[in-house]
């Protein structure tokens, strides 16, 4: 099975994705594996605006058809901005999970940079390796 | 490596998503599983079920073993063709599999059984069948193909012979005919109309893809799982099994209580069953977001209850309501709504009379 994975963000284990958005948020997401993985999404909840989240806090839930999940916060950070479109239309994580299925927007003071995320490619190595 | 069937490499070369399901590497679905949900109900739609187990029985002696063997009544089977369904009991009720079994002849019934019960359910057949001498044989070189929805029977008589498809297109439903070397029956586990076919394993890619062109879309066990939910039939494994009678899982409609000179496997013990107040298999609908899904614990109110818990036995997101429905089992006094624990958060459900769809239409008020 083949997986997007774009060379511009970053990622974790727990299949998250982190894009260095404009105003110095970050956002996230799941990633393609992730979606794909799950099936066609049935709900998703994301958390409110103005929520102070901590390092790998449970923070959202995507459930599809066969199971629901929870998305870690990939670092410590307030909730500036969540994806409400998601909440009529979940089948937007499905089509496009580094775009129009963002999860939320995240305000933090660590750099992107100094975290420990994966690299597209390391991600690779790693689906891989848990694909054994 | 699983079992396979014969459409295997079909279905991997239509972009199936393989998974295994009781052994054997099935399609789960082949890009959308709600897009295959909805093409049932709207269109037409084709399942591969050649892993279900068809077994021919056959001897002079056929019928009064299957009316010992079964809980419904193979003697309200009276023009050859015609299907019924039924479940075969334990002496004690729980159920050891459920099944249809068709009519063809005074010496001849085929049945067909859940493929992961296969093995229990021909050793407990071929036990009672000695004292009837019975032939039992597996019709291992047969697949079957399931085509579901409003335009499926339309769809898939095209394929035969055009003398033929006037015949089939007269078949009653739960009556089921040969048409050269298939056997094609009127019934289905969708809620819709449609045929379940019968064909030689050699000739079942050929049809599949036939019907393909037909505009049929091959769906895969993820549909077939919230169609069949959606349209309130059981699975065995979830909904009941050998720990569990007919009585409490939604399937006393099945088991012919008359004539009472009738003895069947599992008769007395149903008849005390029926003194007790016991469970219930209910559907339920959730009122707020979120999917039911099978263990979650259920706690019912009222006076007599109180305290008592149930469980969802099967529960998913029905595509045709946009809510999550289950099947449930229940203490019998159960008041109109109840709280399931879903992931730790108690949420309220409806307990409702299943089908919640049937036809493509739903049954269910939801507003």
Known sequence: MSNNIPSDLKYTKSHEWVRQAQGGALEVGITDHAQSALGDLVFVEVPDVGRALKEGEACAVVESVKAASDVYSPLAGKVVANNSALSSKPELLNEDPYGAGWLFRLETSAPLDAASFMSASAYETFLAEEAK | ?367
Request: glycine share 10%; proline share 5%; net charge neutral.
């Open chain 2, 1 to 367: 490596m699983g079992l396979k069937t014969p459409l295997y490499d079909t279905h991997v070369q239509q972009g199936a998503k393989i998974v295994d399901f009781g052994g054997w590497d099935m399609p789960l679905h082949y890009g959308s599983q709600i897009e295959e949900h909805h093409a049932v109900r709207r269109d037409a739609g084709m399942f591969d079920v050649s892993h279900m187990c068809i077994v021919d029985l056959t001897g002079g002696r056929v019928r009064d073993f299957l009316r010992l063997l079964l809980a419904n009544d193979v003697g309200r089977l009276k023009t050859p063709g015609k299907a019924l369904y039924s479940c075969m009991l334990l002496p004690n009720g729980g159920v050891i599999d459920d099944l249809i079994v068709y009519y063809l002849s005074d010496t001849w019934y085929r049945m067909v059984v859940n493929a992961g019960t296969r093995d229990k359910d021909l050793a407990w057949i071929r036990r009672h069948a000695a004292d009837f001498d019975v032939a039992v044989v597996e019709r291992k070189e047969l697949a079957m193909i399931a085509v579901q929805g409003p335009n499926a029977r339309r769809k898939a008589a095209l394929l035969l012979m055009p003398e033929q498809q006037a015949a089939v297109l007269e078949l009653k439903p739960f009556f089921g005919a040969a048409f050269g070397s298939w056997f094609v029956a009127r019934t289905g586990y969708t809620g819709e109309d449609g045929f379940e076919i019968m064909i030689p394993a050699a000739e079942a890619a050929d049809a599949w893809n036939r019907l393909r062109q037909q505009g049929v879309a091959p769906a895969g066990l993820g549909a077939r799982d919230t169609l069949r939910l959606e349209a309130g039939m059981n699975l065995y494994g979830n909904d009941m099994d050998e720990n569990y009678h007919p009585l409490e899982s939604g399937l006393a409609w099945t088991v012919a209580f008359e004539p009472t000179d009738r003895d069947f496997l599992g008769r007395e013990a149903l008849q005390r069953a029926q003194r007790e107040a016991g469970r219930e298999l209910v559907g339920l609908i959730l009122e707020d977001r979120g999917v039911l899904r099978s263990h979650q614990k259920i706690l019912v109110g009222g006076a007599t209850t109180a305290g008592l818990s149930g469980e969802v036995t099967s529960g998913t997101f029905s595509p045709t309501l946009n809510r999550s429905i289950a099947l449930a089992r229940v203490p019998k006094t159960s008041q109109p709504t109840v709280q399931v624990d879903i992931r730790g958060k108690l949420h309220a459900a409806r307990i409702v009379k299943p089908p919640f769809v049937r036809h493509g239409k739903p049954l269910i008020d939801i507003s």
